[in-house]
């Protein structure tokens, strides 16, 4: 979280800054898509090939603007300064600041001390509809994805949860199954559905942002993919987990087997990665 800078939003207005977040096709808030087209249609704003840099605030007198500035490098270098616990002050050259909208488009749990408590600008003042947070009270398409940034983030914490004895599912006969075979064979339409729609990425390349691929310990990827319904995280040097609109707060494991890490790694080939 960032500490209180101040920078311009317009007409000379003051802007307080909270945080900014990146909106790019490697990196974008996934609550608000599934991809990065989805992503910047929330928030009004064309897919530009490099991306957007969201600055969020309050003006003087409380109201929440989100700052939409094409310097993707500026605020990158201010979320990594902050994240170090290093001051950065945050200010976009006003000629690269693409728009000013009203409202916050995530939650932020903070406020500019001395200032009104966080409200939409006066939507008499002509400023449009305010942006807003998804809903995630209940589960679904935001929830769901949001689950998925957790069990990319704690890997190590969900990963010790599975007991890889459980992927094997007897099959009237012959060798067990195991990993993706299981799945696959033992009868689950979702985690069917979904491999099979992930095998089709690889055939036609879906919106961009789909499949997106960060850094993990050792020369492993971090994978993830998302599509109509469900998400997918995997590492390439391991087991994936999926997560479905229709089954709320499940966390289904795939197990390797023979078929997966082949799988996974024409995944990490074809997915957008962070400059």
């Not at 309050?58 to 902050?82: F, H, K, N, Y």
């Not at 469900?230 to 999926?242: H, K, Q």
């Amino acid at each position: 979280m960032a500490g209180t800078e101040e920078a311009a939003v317009a007409d000379d207005d003051a802007l307080y800054v909270l945080t900014a977040v990146l909106v790019t096709p490697a990196q974008f808030p996934s609550v608000l898509g599934d991809d990065y087209p989805q992503a910047c249609g929330a928030l009004g704003l064309a897919p530009l090939a490099d991306g957007y840099g969201l600055v969020l605030g309050q003006d003087g007198e409380g109201a929440r603007w989100t700052v939409v500035t094409d310097d993707v490098s500026l605020v990158a270098v201010a979320i990594a300064s902050w994240d170090c616990g290093m001051e950065y002050d945050l200010s976009p050259d006003e000629r690269s600041v693409v728009t000013a909208l009203p409202g916050w488009p995530l939650a932020v749990a903070v406020a500019v001390p001395g200032l009104p408590a966080p409200h939409d600008p006066d939507p008499d003042a002509g400023t449009g509809p305010a942006l807003s947070p998804p809903d995630t009270s209940g589960w679904g398409p935001a929830q769901r994805r949001l689950g998925a940034d957790e069990i990319a983030v704690q890997w190590s914490t969900w990963r010790e949860q599975v007991d890889d004895s459980s992927f094997a599912v007897a099959d009237g006969g012959g060798p067990e199954p195991t990993g993706e075979e299981a799945p696959a064979r033992g009868g689950h339409g979702g985690i069917r559905r979904v491999l099979a729609e992930v095998r089709a990425y690889l055939e036609t390349p879906p919106p961009l942002g789909r499949v997106r691929s960060s850094f993990a310990p050792g020369e492993a990827r971090t994978l993830r993919a998302d599509g109509p319904g469900w998400s997918l995280v995997a590492r390439t040097d391991d087991i994936a987990f999926v997560l479905l609109d229709d089954e709320p707060g499940e966390v289904l494991p795939v197990g390797r087997g023979p078929e997966l890490p082949a799988l996974l790694e024409s995944l990490d080939r074809m997915a957008v990665r962070p400059n």
